[in-house]
Structure formats: structure tokens, C-alpha cells
């Protein structure tokens, strides 16, 4: 009966280690899941940063092209009235020579 008292509490004794071995293990799993997460969410924070970055930079660009391109036809119809108004003396340049030769 003492031996298989003995028994019975080195079992339970191996046992108790056992689970606390596992409990160890579980908790070592758990740190390494966290730091996964963590990691996983800075490089999804950084990548995303230099999404933003990339976006800003395009739009930057187009305001700045945009900017260009508004200055431009403002040349262009700058010109334009110049032109229209060069023909509009060349026509009465023209009706003025018409009636003297008349």
C-alpha cells in the first residue's frame, strides 16, 4: 500500500510538472503570438505610411502640373485676343483702304 502510495504521488508530482511545463510553454506561445501581432502592425503601419507618402507626392505633382497648365492657357488666350483684335484693325485697315480707293 506504501508503494502504491508513493507511486500515486510521484505520478501526481509528474503529473503537476507536466501541466506546468505546458502552462510554461503556453505562455512563451503567447508572448511570441503578441510580438507577431505587433510586428505584423508596424509593417502594416509602415507600409501604409508610404501609401500616404506616394499619394501626397502624386497629388502634389498634379496641383503643381495643374498650376502649370492654367498659366498656359492663360498664354494661350492672352494670344488669342491679341490675334483677334490684330484682325479686327487689319479689317478696318482694310474697309479704310476700300472706301479711299472708292
Known amino acids: 500500500a506504501r508503494a502504491a502510495a508513493a507511486a500515486a504521488a510521484a505520478a501526481s508530482a509528474s503529473h503537476e510538472a507536466d501541466v506546468e511545463a505546458l502552462r510554461a510553454q503556453l505562455r512563451t506561445l503567447a508572448s511570441e ?3 507577431a501581432r505587433a510586428e505584423r502592425l508596424n509593417e502594416d503601419a509602415a507600409a501604409s505610411a508610404a501609401r500616404q507618402s506616394d499619394t501626397r507626392r502624386e497629388l502634389s505633382e498634379a496641383l503643381a502640373r495643374e498650376a502649370e497648365l492654367g498659366a498656359q492657357l492663360k498664354t494661350v488666350r492672352r494670344q ?4 483677334e483684335e ?4 487689319a479689317e478696318k485697315a ?3 483702304a476700300s472706301a479711299t480707293a472708292a
Open 86 to 89: 490684330a484682325a479686327s484693325s
Open 94 to 96: 482694310a474697309a479704310a
Open 33 to 35: 503570438l503578441g510580438e
Open 80 to 83: 488669342q485676343q491679341q490675334l
